[in-house]
């Protein structure tokens, strides 16, 4: 019989502090803080909406994070 995976978990991390920042530098932290996927975005980007623990979302614009959310 196959093992259970372990259960993931999500760093305690805010989204709300990676915008404004560098888009480079902003995944460069969240890598440091524990997150295991950055995804970085276009605006109006067409995305599946599937909730991905771990996983960090960036709209960026100009460079710059315009919005992050988790999953």
């Given at each position: 019989m196959a093992p259970i995976p372990a259960e993931s978990r999500e760093p305690q991390d805010s989204p709300?502090?990676?915008?404004?920042?560098?888009?480079?530098r902003a995944g460069q932290l969240?890598?440091?803080?524990?997150?295991?996927?950055v995804r970085?975005?276009?605006?109006?980007?067409?995305i599946t909406m599937e909730?991905?623990?771990g996983r960090l979302n960036f709209e960026v614009k100009d460079g710059r994070v315009a919005r992050c959310w988790k999953g």
């Open positions: 709300d502090g990676y915008v404004g920042l560098d888009a480079e969240a890598r440091e803080r524990g997150w295991s996927t970085s975005l276009p605006p109006g980007a067409v909730y991905r623990v």
